[in-house]
């Protein structure tokens, strides 16, 4: 089994900044893409930031220039620097993996618990 634990959410007001990471444990071959989700009240689940193993990235229009994210491959880590953040980026953030294992060597999707981001004044 893989398990992804994810730190560093909080409240923080508007402007402001936080990191978050997740690290994935367990019965890993290898990772391939790595990435941030999150979703608000009543709205679906959405894309954040994705990586690749090759460190190919793609970003939501929405936090473009503002987020960066960033993966340790030794660590099995991904992590999500969040700058100059907004209201409207409260949700609970969730990390996905890929994850090849050493059972069947098939990719599976892994996900962590998720960390709340409330930003408010």
């Known amino acids: 089994q893989v398990q992804l634990v994810e730190s560093g959410g909080g409240l923080v007001q508007p402007g402001g900044s936080l990191r978050l990471s997740c690290t994935a444990s367990?019965?890993?071959?290898?990772?391939?893409?790595m990435g941030w989700y999150r979703q608000a009240p009543d709205n679906e689940r959405e894309l954040v930031a994705v990586i690749t193993s090759g460190g190919r990235i793609n970003y939501a229009d929405s936090v473009k220039g503002r987020f960066t994210i960033s993966r340790d491959n030794a660590k099995n880590t991904v992590y999500l620097q969040m700058n100059s953040l907004k209201p409207e980026d409260t949700a609970v953030y969730y990390c996905n993996a890929e994850v090849v294992n050493f059972v069947n060597y098939w990719p599976s999707p892994y996900w962590g618990q998720g960390t709340q981001v409330t930003v408010s004044s």
């Open positions: 367990g019965n890993i071959y290898k990772i391939n893409g």
